[in-house]
């Protein structure tokens, strides 16, 4: 038997909150005590303005970065945070105020643009979220996988009712511009989803059919049409995925009849075997003129047939 023990939320797992809901400020307060409880006064009327610039860029690295790659911070704490923290870099003190003359984002511009290397921490929260979503869209492991099974429908919408959850509301606005924005790169061995990903602008389930309908019975893979990197289904509109070759003029010996007889030339044209097949013929005297010509659908047959037929 194991010994667990039941408890309930909030907690901290690797100094990381762990809350039912969206992040609220109340619940993310402690972190930034504790965070500006670094700052003591002494340490900044020690320092440098670049040692006090040093020390934001670690504490700020070191501190902030766990939660804000699963959160999203309330904008009113971040601002609160950023002021705390600039007030930190230009007076030794958090609480202290002065007139500054160079603005915060400046000061979070990278050294080459005149900057001290500073990171602002909302851009900084939006990259990690990012990140995020782009492993949510596009890892297969076990834990993004049950992610998607739970915030998603088979078209790889969000659902329509609200999802009681901490992380999905920090990452969904990021998560719909990705499907805007973000473009496939289709390969032969390509495991997107070939009917509920969006192609076209939408999905090519939504283009067909009725999606709530049939969207369960559609599991197919982009890796199942494609062959020798030719999309299959783009075959049926008379489409290839590579460019057809240019047409080539072939020279043959064409031995003519004797005078006053006619020759019939004939050969027959297909995709494929079986498949919709034709054959066609000119009549031609001895001096070469045509006399006449033929062409006949011989329907979806093999090519044996179509060649016994031609002959025939």
């Not at 992610?147 to 719909?176: D, N």
């Amino acid at each position: 038997m194991v010994t667990f023990q039941i408890g309930q939320l909030s907690f901290s797992y690797l100094r990381v909150p762990l809350f039912p809901g969206k992040p609220k400020k109340s619940v993310l307060q402690h972190i930034v005590d504790k965070i500006l409880s670094k700052f003591a006064k002494w340490k900044g009327k020690a320092l440098s303005l670049a040692g006090r610039a040093t020390l934001i860029q670690s504490v700020i690295t070191g501190s902030f970065v766990h939660s804000f790659m699963i959160y999203k911070w309330p904008s009113s704490l971040l601002r609160l945070v950023n002021l705390k923290l600039r007030n930190f870099l230009h007076t030794g003190s958090c609480e202290e105020t002065k007139l500054i003359r160079v603005a915060w984002n400046r000061c979070c511009k990278p050294y080459s643009q005149g900057g001290l290397g500073l990171k602002d921490l909302g851009l900084l929260n939006d990259s990690l979220l990012k990140k995020l979503t782009w492993k949510f869209m596009t890892s297969e492991s076990f834990v993004f996988s049950f992610l998607r099974k739970r915030y998603l429908t088979q078209l790889r919408k969000s659902h329509g009712e609200y999802v009681t959850s901490s992380i999905w509301p920090s990452f969904r606005s990021h998560y719909l511009d990705h499907l805007k924005e973000g473009i496939w790169l289709i390969s032969e061995n390509s495991q997107r989803d070939f009917w509920c990903n969006n192609w076209l602008g939408v999905p090519i389930l939504e283009l067909l059919w009725n999606p709530d309908y049939l969207a369960n019975l559609f599991r197919a893979r982009v890796s199942y049409f494609i062959h020798k990197d030719n999309l299959l289904i783009l075959r049926r509109f008379d489409l290839r995925g590579h460019p057809s070759r240019g047409l080539v003029i072939r020279t043959v010996i064409w031995s003519p009849p004797a005078p006053g007889w006619i020759k019939v030339n004939t050969d027959g044209a297909a995709l494929s075997s079986p498949d919709i097949r034709g054959c066609m013929g000119v009549f031609r005297n001895c001096r070469a003129f045509v006399k006449g010509c033929f062409a006949v659908s011989l329907g979806q047959v093999f090519t044996f047939e179509a060649r016994s037929r031609q002959n025939g």
